[in-house]
């Protein structure tokens, strides 16, 4: 497998990974509202202190608004992870568009590479042999290994 065969499977790694992430993101944001919400609740009525400063000391509503700010920083941490995972996606997608792959190659790869299908169920789905296919693949990789050499070294079309 070749470096740029990696790259290319890595956007269903990533699209796994989304997954995840959104999954991550809705439970931790329904706790996170779970734990605002118990804060509005009203309390029973605690033995109440205060400081030197005359600041009310509660212990409960100390620790509800620590553990929120717990989920807010992983609400936090968990949209930060799904935007990078997104953008890794987004710039594997405009590698491919813009490595000027012809229609076969480019419906190859979107077959094969980005919808995960095997060799032979992306070959049929372009209409052609699998050999046919495999020069479709060769030609289009060496497109995008050239775009990608030319992207990392800073260099444009």
Known sequence: MTDVERYLYGYRDLERKKKILENDLRDATEEYK???ESLLAPAKPAEVKTSKTN???DPVQDAVIKIV?????RVDRISRELARVTGEQDLILETIKSAGLTVMEESYI???YIKGMSAWAA???IGYSERWA???KNSALSNISQKRGRLYSGKSR
Not at 69 to 73: E, F, H, L, N, P
């Open 134 to 136: 495999q020069r479709y």
């Open 123 to 125: 070959a049929k789905r």
């Open 110 to 112: 979107q077959c094969r």
């Open 34 to 36: 779970e734990q605002q």
């Open 55 to 57: 600041k009310i000391i």
């Open 69 to 73: 700010d717990v989920y807010r920083k």
